[in-house]
């Protein structure tokens, strides 16, 4: 199957600094999204992003599919930003959709 | 709109009992999921259904694990008898199309003493 790898695994920020969490895929993908998971478990969508760049407020997303990976961008980091940053990407296998999370980046950010 | 409702939030319970877990997809999603977490191994998938059809099961972990959708807006997932490894937070997702966004439920969170 298809590997994602997320880096870094760990990150912690003093509040109002930048940081760029990357995600990188083995092979060719159908779809892609960012999860942020929220201190109380929550999976919350951050963006679906096959390709392309997108922003929402202080974040961003950029994903270049030719060269297998994805960045987010979280700017002014605030402390209600921590928590769990997943990459999630979907792939078609034998008329299946396969979808398959990375381990996450956790960040941490501090007041 | 309503999310995904998955009931119940949390679930504690014996060594052996049966487990069901329950899932409302969002109204129109063809497509709905069902997610393990745990530390070790992360976010997997276990089962995914089209239409109601399970298409990939290949990730339920034995034969106590069972999934079903008897309609559009209801699906279960029961583990029987079930073990305290199962232990873990249980997601259930739903999906306009297979690649389309996904939006998860609250997930529900089951410890097996």
């Known amino acids: 199957g298809i590997q994602v790898e997320q880096s870094p695994p760990d990150l912690i920020l003093q509040e109002g600094a930048n940081s760029t969490l990357r995600c990188n895929f083995s092979?060719?993908?159908?779809?892609l999204q960012w999860f942020h998971q929220n201190p109380w478990g929550q999976l919350i969508n951050l963006f679906y992003?096959?390709?392309g760049t997108k922003q929402n407020g202080r974040l961003s997303a950029t994903t270049v599919a030719t060269e297998r990976y994805s960045l987010l961008y979280i700017s002014s980091s605030q402390t209600t930003d921590s928590g769990v940053y997943f990459c999630a990407v979907t792939y078609a296998s034998g008329g299946s959709y396969i979808p398959t999370f990375g381990r996450g980046t956790s960040l941490i950010v501090h007041p | 709109d309503a999310g995904v409702i998955q009931s119940p939030r949390h679930e504690v319970t014996e060594m052996g009992q049966e487990v069901t877990l329950r899932c409302k997809p969002i109204s129109g999603h063809d497509y709905l999921f069902w997610y393990r977490q745990t530390m070790m191994r992360g976010l997997e998938l276990l089962i995914y259904?089209?239409?109601?059809?399970?298409?990939?099961d290949s990730g339920m972990p034995e034969d106590r694990f069972s999934a079903k959708m008897p309609n559009a807006s209801f699906s279960t997932l029961k583990i029987q008898p079930s073990e305290p490894r199962d232990s873990a937070v249980y997601f259930c997702a739903s999906s306009l199309t297979g690649f389309k966004p996904q939006h998860f439920g609250d997930g529900t969170r089951l410890s097996i003493l």
């Open positions: 092979d060719s993908v159908n779809n």
């Open positions: 259904f089209n239409n109601n059809v399970p298409i990939d």
């Open positions: 992003i096959p390709s």
